[in-house]
């Protein structure tokens, strides 16, 4: 399952945010996937806690945003949206389309905990 492998440098990078602003714990990670990035939301849920065990991230919650897979046609040049075996334009019908999003997988957001100060 190579979404393990995606889920473990994902929580490598979110815990280098809680370090770089001196947080104790992370309490949830957003993502945005889109449709083309060749990972699947739901095992990336599975995989995500395995990932997280032992590090600060542990415990948080993963939130998925599914991205659209969009398209600018070379022809018309209308911005549709499009589907993952047909990335036609949905204006003209032109095969001749540039893919604009869909493919990624970005981390949007990381929800921070702060350190419990000594008294």
Known sequence: MHEL???????EQVVRVAREHGA????????GVGALSGTEPALLRQAYPIACAGTPAEGST???????????CALCGAETDARA??????????????L???DELLLEQVELAKLAEAI
């Open 24 to 31: 104790g714990s992370v309490a949830r990670v957003t993502i």
């Open 5 to 11: 492998s995606v889920c473990q440098a994902l929580v």
């Open 100 to 102: 604009l999003s869909g």
């Open 62 to 72: 993963l939130e998925i945003n599914e991205r659209p897979i969009r398209v600018r």
């Open 85 to 98: 075996n047909r990335l036609l334009c949905g204006a003209c019908g032109d095969w001749h389309t540039q």
